[in-house]
């Protein structure tokens, strides 16, 4: 079965750096998406995109974060300056279609900021 | 948005045993879905099911989409089935995110 796949697995990193999160969603999905949990808490939505654009990001999403389909396989998370609180798990997640249909999830990106 | 509710918040099982968790949801819904979240955190899919009933082992899961709760059987518990399940929900009219419910965290014992 296809599945979508994330790396790095785990990526330490110091505050105020830059990270990039990468994911390779399912080859004929057409809808992606990025969610984060912070350790103990639930899986919350940050982004969707469709056709080369956000559709939709929640607050969390700031100025700080920013997405890209560099190419036709690759989906991208980059947080430009990380801070503390943003040390969570980061999973990517792909649909074929945008409502009533399962969206994948990958197997995360725990990011750790230091 | 819409609001996911999960209960019980925990629940501890001896080997063997038969469970169910719930899932209310505030709202009409075109996606439900249940995950298990494993001890090194990933996000098992276990089923899409936005309404009726589907089994897949010793798992199944119904919805009544009308009365807006969505239910998880797990019958003849293991161990492995240790860890968090979460249900989601996505209501189209409101975006294409899933809204996570809090969890319900399953330990299972020998």
């Known amino acids: 079965e296809p599945e979508v796949t994330q790396t790095p697995s785990h990526q330490v990193t110091q505050m105020g750096q830059e990270v990039i999160l990468r994911c390779v969603p399912i080859s004929n999905h057409l809808y992606f998406y990025w969610y984060r949990q912070i350790l103990g808490q639930k899986v919350e939505f940050l982004v969707s995109f469709y056709n080369n654009e956000i559709s939709e990001k929640s607050e969390i999403f700031d100025d700080q974060f920013s997405v890209e389909r560099p190419d036709g396989s690759n989906f991208t998370l980059k947080i430009r300056s990380t801070k503390l609180e943003d040390s969570a798990m980061y999973f990517c997640?792909?649909?074929?279609?945008?409502?009533?249909?399962?969206?994948?999830f990958g197997p995360g990106t725990r990011l750790t900021v230091l | 948005g819409i609001q996911v509710e999960q209960s019980p918040p925990d629940l501890i099982l001896q080997e063997g045993a038969n469970s169910t968790l719930r899932c209310n949801f505030s709202?009409?819904?075109?996606?439900l879905q249940w995950f298990h979240q494993n001890p090194w955190g990933q996000l098992i899919n276990l089923f899409y099911i936005p309404s009726g009933t589907k089994q897949n082992g010793r798992l199944s899961a119904t919805t009544v989409a009308t009365e807006r709760y969505s239910l998880l059987y797990i019958s003849s518990s293991q161990t492995t089935d240790s860890g968090v399940y979460f249900c989601a929900a996505l209501r189209g009219a409101a975006g294409n995110k899933l809204t996570f419910g809090g969890g319900t965290r399953v330990l299972v014992k020998p």
């Open positions: 709202d009409s819904v075109n996606n």
């Open positions: 997640a792909s649909s074929e279609r945008q409502f009533s249909d399962t969206q994948y």
